[in-house]
């Protein structure tokens, strides 16, 4: 919880880049995981992709797999936050042919019929 709210600081992110924890991260997105840690690791990385260097590191530890998993979960805000990262990590050219790889796009879709406009 802590770093995914801790990690909207930069000096946070930077930290935390330094650190390399971006495995240990995506590693709370497995399906086992409770939806409270599905919330705040995908808000951590969310904040987190928001930089060109934690994209490379979020796309090489393969985060984007489970984020696309996580469309599909029954909680809204990790929908959201799984969603508000892979928007970020698109922005790179080879995200977005691995999007169209893992077959993303219909999830991504389907979220337009969701009741909650963000």
Not at 37 to 43: G, P, Q, V, Y
Not at 78 to 83: E, P, T
Request: charged share 25%; aromatic share 6%.
């Amino acid at each position: 919880m802590i770093f995914g709210i801790l990690a909207s600081n930069n000096d946070v992110k930077k930290l935390l880049r330094e650190l390399d924890v971006m495995n240990s991260v995506i590693a709370q997105l497995a399906p086992e995981e409770e939806v409270v840690i599905h919330e705040f690791a995908s808000l951590c990385l969310a904040n987190m992709s928001a930089e060109y260097t934690s994209k490379v590191q979020i796309f090489e530890h393969g985060g984007l797999e489970p984020l696309i998993r996580l469309l599909s979960s029954p909680d809204p805000d990790v929908k959201k936050n799984s969603m508000e990262c892979i928007y970020n990590l698109v922005q790179d050219f080879q995200c977005r042919a691995k999007l169209q790889e893992l077959n993303a796009i219909p999830p991504i879709l389907d979220l337009l019929k969701s009741e909650y406009p963000v």
